[in-house]
């Protein structure tokens, strides 16, 4: 009895799931592991047309006599670069009406006109021209005769399915003299971006942590930018830091801060001189780390909030009896209780910011200097047009994602493991 | 009293109350106003004076006269020695003072002699200098903008830093911008396409979500631990290495410039989170909730229906809200996917609009408030759920 309740469950739980592990495998894994085959191939974004014979139907009426007609196909194959093979032509025609001649490629059938076209290589075009009669003399109708279609089909390869690999594009990634600097630019963005939101997610939880007017709606305004929507947000930062009529470096060169305007998000260098050093900041790529920080230290702050809210009063007030200032409180007993929370949170957003894509293409495009991997992706891939080698970076993006989930996943498991 | 807390005590008050002024200062500059100097000297010394009589005065007679009168006094004083400002700017200086003065206003000879005052004091102040700050740092770019969206190309152009509000030209004539964004531009059609792409995520998502994250939390099958770690790592796999092959499978199965593709590819990519909120939730469901259930003769989908559902409306509403917020700022998949504007979603129309000829600012910004408004209308009214969906989702981002 018990066995085939189990069996019952088992077979529900299968049913259940099923929808939503046949989307997730069809939209996501499988997509990761088509990656791996895209960047073992040579495929560029005008390949991904499936080549197509297509055929434009004129219909010209013959000097004078209106019971013949003379019908044109206007015969191409659609990719530049392809060939198709085994081309069968179908065209329907209205009762009573006949073709005068026909070329052998060509029957005519009940009303059928049926053509065996053979094979086009690329690029090619032809016109086919046939004269038809009504068999019982009478006026050939254009109209009609127009309103039927053409109907092509043919043989071509997929260029995605072929066996043909090459190593070309990974030899590219590696290769490529921009690759190092790719990858510094991609770390300096990602570890200070975390770094700066984990920093200002404590500086705001502590400031929340206290009871002051109007709590509730600071902590929803600080998460304003977190909700709204990136598009709109890095607008408003473009027109905001623009250099000509920006709000930013008019305000500054208002009060004389600065004498004329810095272009902070197309300026890729600005040399910095401290204390007799001179140093150089890259500017564009540090605009777009504040962006960043700006953008996501609310979920930081949401994440620390919540563990500092669990965190005993009692403590503290321990604290107060023992004398200790606000800076001991802070290192002795807050630090340490959000510690676990601040190794999750860093390991989260450093793999988030890693990938992240929307922003910078958003605010720079990635011009000066800003250029991260995934922005290379679609570079590469869209810009470009090389599909293959965008998926050989995506490559290199997930082999960075997998080396990082382990790190994670071990984190996970140690901390679990304290509890 | 040690003078090292009447050296912190002076100093970082005056800071503080130069900091706020700071703000306002720049808020006044952007009503078109031309003010080119701080006047940071003059007033911080100012500042440090009347922080030392508010030290003095201390507690010997009533509070409330006394903030008024020192928050008086600086108000007269910036009036003096900044010229031309008009009357509504010495009152908000006013209202600065007196909120600074109301927060000082306890501390006198006594509370300096304590241990450990001058780090608390600083704490304090740096409590309310970090709200000040956060607020203005957060808020100012929504409020440009706002701002923007109501100005005229012309006058932008004209006084980049006037971005007063002319309310004397009527109502049409100030969201003018609007009626064009919405009359020109389409956006009245692409609000429909996000709302429907959106709310069709959120109900497709659910129905997928609900019965897997059922099974997850509650039934008995080979496979289940490593379906619920793949779910978080299925997660944790960003769009951009997704973006390629769905590009190329989609465009060869005619699936771009859909909405249909759009849906799909939205389900899939939020199932994950949406199944790892709920079956948590599930779990804390008693079981023996179920077993009655059981016992009363219902079947799989009627235990779902009838007692987890109703029971988990909250975790539910935290996972739609938050599906749908996902979905409505959702950037990458539609511009890979959308390239022809009648199916296009608002994110990738105002892309479209600051990648085309070039738009004036103020429609831009329209169109940025346009999205951007609905969706922060949605989270203040139901902030107490989508901050639940935002901590349990916050792995993404």
Redesign the interface.
């Known amino acids: 009895m018990s066995s085939k309740l189990?069996k019952i469950?088992?077979r529900?739980?299968?049913l259940?799931?099923l929808?939503?592990?046949l989307?997730?495998f069809?939209?996501?894994?499988?997509?990761?592991f088509?990656?791996i085959w895209?960047s073992f191939k040579n495929?560029e974004l005008k390949d991904?047309?499936?080549p197509e014979p297509r055929a434009k139907k004129l219909v010209k009426s013959i000097n004078d006599n209106p019971n013949q007609i003379k019908v044109i196909y206007k015969l191409r194959n659609s990719s530049l670069t392809q060939e198709i093979t085994n081309v069968k032509f179908k065209d329907k025609y209205p009762d009573d009406i006949e073709p005068i001649s026909l070329n052998n490629k060509c029957q005519f059938k009940s009303n059928l006109l049926k053509c065996e076209l053979g094979n086009w290589p690329k690029k090619y075009r032809e016109n086919l021209e046939i004269v038809f009669q009504n068999i019982n003399n009478q006026e050939i109708s254009k109209k009609e005769l127009k309103s039927y279609k053409p109907k092509l089909s043919g043989k071509s390869q997929?260029i995605?399915l072929t066996y043909e690999f090459t190593l070309n594009n990974f030899k590219k990634v590696i290769k490529d003299k921009a690759f190092i600097d790719l990858l510094s630019t991609t770390f300096y963005y990602t570890f200070f971006g975390t770094i700066g939101a984990i920093v200002f997610g404590i500086?705001?939880a502590?400031?929340v942590n206290?009871k002051?007017f109007g709590r509730t709606f600071?902590r929803?305004?600080?998460?304003?930018?977190?909700?709204?929507?990136?598009?709109?947000?890095a607008?408003?930062?473009e027109?905001?830091l623009d250099p000509t009529?920006?709000?930013l470096n008019?305000?500054l060169i208002?009060?004389?801060i600065i004498d004329g305007p810095i272009n902070l998000l197309g300026q890729k260098y600005v040399t910095l001189n401290i204390l007799g050093f001179d140093f150089k900041l890259r500017l564009a790529l540090t605009t777009v780390i504040i962006f960043e920080i700006?953008r996501?230290f609310p979920?930081a702050f949401?994440?620390i909030l919540?563990r500092l809210q669990a965190v005993p009063k009692e403590l503290y007030e321990a604290a107060d009896v023992d004398?200790a200032?606000?800076?001991q409180k802070f290192l002795n007993i807050t630090l340490p209780q959000i510690l676990a929370v601040i190794s999750i949170l860093f390991m989260?957003?450093f793999?988030?910011n890693f990938?992240k894509?929307?922003d910078i293409f958003?605010l720079t495009g990635g011009a000066s200097g800003t250029r991260t991997l995934?922005i290379n992706?679609?570079q590469q891939?869209?810009s470009i047009g090389d599909?293959g080698m965008?998926?050989a970076v995506?490559i290199v993006?997930?082999v960075f994602?997998l080396i990082f989930?382990f790190i994670?996943f071990k984190l996970l498991g140690k901390r679990a493991d304290e509890n | 009293m040690k003078i090292k807390n009447i050296f912190t005590y002076c100093f970082i008050s005056s800071l503080f109350l130069f900091s706020l002024i700071c703000i306002w200062k720049i808020l006044v500059t952007l009503q078109g106003i031309e003010l080119t100097n701080f006047n940071f000297n003059k007033l911080f010394a100012f500042g440090i004076v009347l922080c030392v009589i508010n030290l003095l005065i201390g507690k010997k007679f009533n509070l409330n006269i006394k903030i008024i009168l020192l928050a008086l006094l600086f108000s007269i004083f910036d009036y003096f020695i900044s010229v031309n400002l008009p009357i509504w700017h010495s009152f908000g200086i006013f209202l600065i003072s007196l909120f600074f003065f109301n927060s000082i206003k306890d501390y006198d000879k006594n509370f300096l002699s304590k241990n450990h005052s001058s780090q608390k004091l600083f704490f304090n102040f740096l409590t309310l200098f970090g709200i000040t700050l956060f607020s203005f740092v957060i808020l100012f770019p929504f409020y440009m903008m706002l701002v923007t969206s109501f100005k005229t190309q012309a006058l932008l152009l004209l006084n980049p830093l006037d971005f007063s509000i002319n309310f004397a030209q009527g109502l049409p004539e100030l969201f003018k911008s609007y009626f064009i964004v919405f009359k020109d531009y389409n956006f009245g059609r692409y609000m429909l396409t996000s709302t429907i792409v959106s709310l069709g995520t959120v109900v497709i998502t659910l129905i997928f979500a609900i019965p897997a994250a059922y099974a997850v939390a509650r039934l008995n099958f080979f496979g289940k631990n490593f379906l619920s770690t793949s779910i978080l790592i299925i997660y944790l796999f960003p769009a951009i290495v997704l973006v390629i092959p769905l590009y190329t499978i989609f465009s060869q199965l005619g699936l771009r410039n859909s909405i249909e593709g759009l849906l799909i590819v939205y389900t899939a990519t939020t199932l994950p989170v949406a199944i790892y909120m709920l079956q948590g939730y599930f779990k804390s469901i008693p079981k023996e909730l179920e077993e009655a259930g059981i016992i009363d003769g219902q079947n799989w989908l009627g235990i779902i229906f009838k007692i987890i559902l109703p029971l988990s409306l909250p975790a539910i509403s935290s996972v739609a809200l938050y599906v749908f917020m996902i979905a409505w700022n959702e950037f990458l998949f539609s511009l890979m996917f959308l390239d022809r504007p009648n199916t296009f979603t608002l994110s990738r129309a105002i892309q479209f609009l600051n990648v085309g000829a070039e738009t004036p600012r103020q429609y831009l910004m329209a169109g940025s408030v346009v999205v951007t408004l609905p969706i922060l209308i949605i989270f203040v009214y139901f902030e107490k759920y989508l901050v639940s969906g935002l901590t349990a989702g916050s792995v993404k981002g």
């Open positions: 189990a469950e088992k529900t739980a299968y259940l799931i929808p939503s592990v989307l997730v069809s939209i996501i894994l499988f997509p990761i088509s990656n895209i495929v991904l047309r499936i997929n995605l500086l705001a502590q400031m206290q002051f600071m929803s305004v600080l998460l304003f930018p977190y909700v709204a929507p990136v598009v709109a947000l607008y408003t930062w027109l905001l009529s920006g709000t008019n305000l208002n009060y004389q700006w996501y979920l949401l994440f919540a004398g200032n606000p800076i989260i957003r793999i988030w990938n894509f929307e958003l995934p992706v679609y891939g869209f599909i965008g998926s995506s993006i997930v994602l989930m994670y």
